[in-house]
């Protein structure tokens, strides 16, 4: 497709429950990331990925979080047992950069996560 | 750990009238500073992207300026319209192997007609 798409737009979880979101890149973008921003807030770094390859996780709020790229385009973003702090948007940004430096950068539209 | 400010939060005014937003940063030792806007329900958009060893960018009716050793960007609009109501957010990026990018909370612009 033409941007970065991003699946389901909105999801509810009651609290405990188990949620996959999914990140569909440009097509041949190199670098992979995604960020969570709360209500009112700006997007705080969760990971990145360089093609398959997860080079920094230091973002994930916990180890109930987890993310892959198993093939280096399709990026999925797990939450275990979620918890009302985990209530946020999901955005995912790729760009055709190894190195990404900032531009480059196209974002999804997000998901909108909330714990009930 | 770099931390990126924007103050006010909110912000409204007529339509016409030039404004500057602000964005302030902790660690000048920047790679470069980024201005994005967010419509409700959008992802984010790149407006300008100043490298740190620029001083502005312009696109448009859109300035960018840096000073990296006040540590400060403002992103200057001119002839401001009701179109232009959205979230502004800046961020940073240090540079390195994982140029990640940290944001300020945004400054939510309405631009009344």
């Known amino acids: 497709g033409a941007g970065v798409s991003q699946s389901p737009r909105y999801k509810v979880a009651k609290r405990g429950q188990d949620v996959a979101l999914r990140c569909d890149p440009i097509s041949g973008h190199v670098s992979l990331f995604w960020y969570q921003q709360a209500l009112g807030q700006g997007p705080e770094f969760l990971t990145y990925f360089q093609n398959e390859a997860q080079l920094d996780k230091s973002g994930l709020p916990s180890d109930r979080f987890f993310a892959e790229r198993p093939e280096g385009s399709v990026s999925t973003l797990k939450i275990q047992r979620t918890q009302q702090e985990d209530s946020a948007v999901y955005l995912c940004?790729?760009?055709?950069?190894?190195?990404?430096?900032?531009?480059?950068?196209?974002f999804g539209s997000g998901t909108r996560l909330t714990v009930v | 750990k770099q931390e990126v400010t924007q103050i006010p939060a909110a912000l409204s005014v007529p339509e016409g009238e030039n404004l500057v937003l602000n964005c302030s940063f902790t660690d000048s030792a920047i790679y470069n500073l980024q201005w994005f806007r967010q419509d409700p329900g959008k992802g984010l958009t790149s407006l300008l992207l100043?490298?740190?060893?620029?001083r502005e960018q312009t696109s448009g009716r859109l300035n960018a300026s840096l000073d990296k050793s006040s540590g400060r960007s403002t992103l200057y609009i001119a002839a401001s319209q009701p179109g232009d109501s959205a979230t502004y957010l800046c961020a940073a990026t240090q540079g390195g192997a994982n140029s990640k990018l940290t944001f300020g909370k945004g400054i939510t612009l309405s631009v009344r007609p």
């Open positions: 100043i490298q740190s060893s620029q």
């Open positions: 940004a790729s760009s055709p950069s190894s190195r990404a430096l900032g531009y480059g950068y196209t």
